[in-house]
């Protein structure tokens, strides 16, 4: 168990939808990444937060957005869902993002289902 | 930009052979190389990781050395057991990008019995 917690474990829904993924990184890490993870496109990263501020984006699409809250958990919202956006989305945290990476946990994903 | 290149997969073997999973890098500075293991239904964990040229990271029987003269971090273990049976994938942070890693492909290892 690595201490990240992702909710819900499995997302069935339908195109044109929108919906919220949820993530509570380990006690006392401020940063949170978002990844995609797909059978053609690999690991993608989307996004991270660090204490509340985004710090860096990747391979993020206009119609995903996502915020960290005062309680250091964060959500990923996916609106105007498409089928290609089935995937297995992670949440990771770490302690920081200075200079030298701390390792990065990974929560135990969330299946999405665009059906 | 900074980039990761592994192998492809998959890599099937049987149970004590030698395993290597080919991981090059392209970087500017000096990054920190990973790799991660992904088992079957879980996320992804650290398996190893090197900071600076010509450390060794190990753990679990894998090793793998930062070698900047071939810019590589090849992973390696004796003997595989069909429990290292997983994706693993290659990783580089460089501070100076973006502060977000860099990831290869995914290599998935099936270890035979």
């Known amino acids: 168990d690595s201490g990240v917690t992702q909710t819900p474990k499995h997302l069935i829904t339908a195109t044109g939808q929108r919906v919220t993924l949820r993530c509570s990184p380990r006690s006392g890490d401020l940063s949170v990444y978002w990844y995609q993870q797909s059978l053609d496109q690999g690991l993608q990263f989307l996004i991270q937060?660090?204490?509340?501020?985004?710090?860096a984006k990747g391979n993020i699409l206009e119609r995903f957005s996502a915020q960290q809250f005062p309680d250091l958990h964060s959500e990923l919202n996916l609106s105007s869902l498409e089928l290609g956006d089935s995937a297995l989305y992670f949440c990771a945290s770490s302690v920081n993002d200075g200079p030298t990476l701390h390792e990065q946990f990974f929560g135990p994903g969330t299946r999405l289902t665009v059906l | 930009g900074d980039s990761v290149t592994q192998m492809e997969g998959p890599v099937t073997l049987s149970e004590e052979a030698f395993l290597t999973i080919n991981c090059t890098y392209t970087?500017?500075?000096?990054?920190?190389l990973f790799w991660y293991v992904q088992y079957p239904g879980e996320g992804l964990q650290l398996l190893l990781k090197?900071?600076?040229a010509d450390d060794k990271g190990s753990n679990k029987g894998f090793e793998a050395t930062y070698r900047k003269e071939t810019t590589s971090f090849h992973l390696e273990k004796g003997s595989v057991q069909v429990s290292d049976s997983a994706v693993y994938f290659c990783a580089l942070y460089n501070a100076g990008n973006n502060r977000k890693l860099i990831w290869g492909l995914g290599t998935s290892l099936a270890v035979n019995p």
């Open positions: 090197a900071t600076k």
């Open positions: 937060y660090y204490n509340g501020e985004e710090r």
């Open positions: 970087a500017t500075g000096y990054p920190s």
